[in-house]
Each structure stands twice: as structure tokens, then as C-alpha cells.
């Protein structure tokens, strides 16, 4: 369960649980994800945001160590996530939702959530060789249409 806003701790608050997240999974350096906006108060608050057209981001919670390296603090290897929170403010400069939709699966491409197939096309256009690359771009447009 993840809950809205920027919690204090790591513990979950059940009064203001607003999601529940259903599936996450790494592939590299990116983060697939589902979740559920869940019929709770904190819950019903989300919902209404998004119907009014604002701008949400994600933030993960969790504790672990930091090491400052060049000046940066660097999450390190210990790091155990919590939860994945919906905030206002997300400490990842792109880590907002662009829109969410039911039967849509959404990725973190390096810090920026992305719906699937946008990460896919991506990858596959910046896999090909140069000589491969028209016929790759045509490719990704067909099935781009073929989901419109």
C-alpha cells in the first residue's frame, strides 16, 4: 500500500493509505509498476485530483545508508523500499504522471515515468543501426496507429 503525500516515517499510516500497488518489477535501471487507486478517503482525494487535471508525481520511501560522492548523496546498496507514495512534490525532478489510465502499464526510464510502449519505442529506435534506423522508425509508427 503506498499513501498520499510525503509521510514522516517509514511506517505506513492506514488513515492515509490511497493506493495499492499491485505489481513492480526491475528490468535494469528500469521500474515497471501497476497500481490501484483504492475507494478511501486519501484514495477518493487522488482520484478527484486527477479527474480535475492535476499534475501527480510518485516517490518511493524506504531507509538505507548514503554515501556523498562529488558532492551528491548516493543511495547505497543496503537501501530496502518501503513503498512507492503519491506526492505533489516528487524528489525526482520527472517523476511526475503524465496520465493515468486503467490498462496501462507505466515504467520509470530513468527517472521519468513513461507509459510501456513509450519506453519500448525508445529503445528499439536507439538499438538500431544507422542504416536500420528508417525502417525502425517506421515500425514504431505502425504500431503506435495500430494502438490508436
Do not use: C
Not at 500500500?1 to 526491475?26: A, T
Not at 487535471?53 to 558532492?71: A, W
Not at 528499439?124 to 534506423?133: E, V
Amino acid at each position: 500500500m503506498g499513501e498520499l503525500g510525503h509521510p514522516q516515517g517509514p511506517s505506513l499510516n492506514l488513515d492515509r493509505v490511497s493506493h495499492i500497488i499491485k505489481e513492480m518489477k526491475m528490468d535494469g535501471t528500469i521500474v515497471y509498476g501497476k497500481a490501484k487507486i483504492l475507494d478511501t478517503p486519501y484514495g477518493n482525494i487522488v482520484k478527484n485530483l486527477i479527474d480535475e487535471g492535476v499534475r501527480l508525481g510518485v516517490s518511493s520511501r524506504g531507509m538505507g545508508s548514503l554515501k556523498q560522492v562529488n558532492g551528491i548523496n548516493q543511495v547505497q546498496d543496503d537501501f530496502s523500499l518501503a513503498t512507492v507514495d503519491i506526492v505533489a512534490d516528487p524528489s525526482a525532478p520527472n517523476a511526475f504522471v503524465n496520465g493515468i489510465m486503467e490498462g496501462k502499464e507505466w515504467v520509470w526510464n530513468n527517472g521519468i515515468l513513461q507509459e510501456k510502449h513509450i519506453a519500448s519505442y525508445k529503445n528499439t529506435i536507439k538499438k538500431a543501426t544507422s542504416r536500420q534506423l528508417d525502417e525502425a522508425k517506421l515500425e514504431v509508427f505502425k504500431d503506435f496507429l495500430s494502438k490508436l
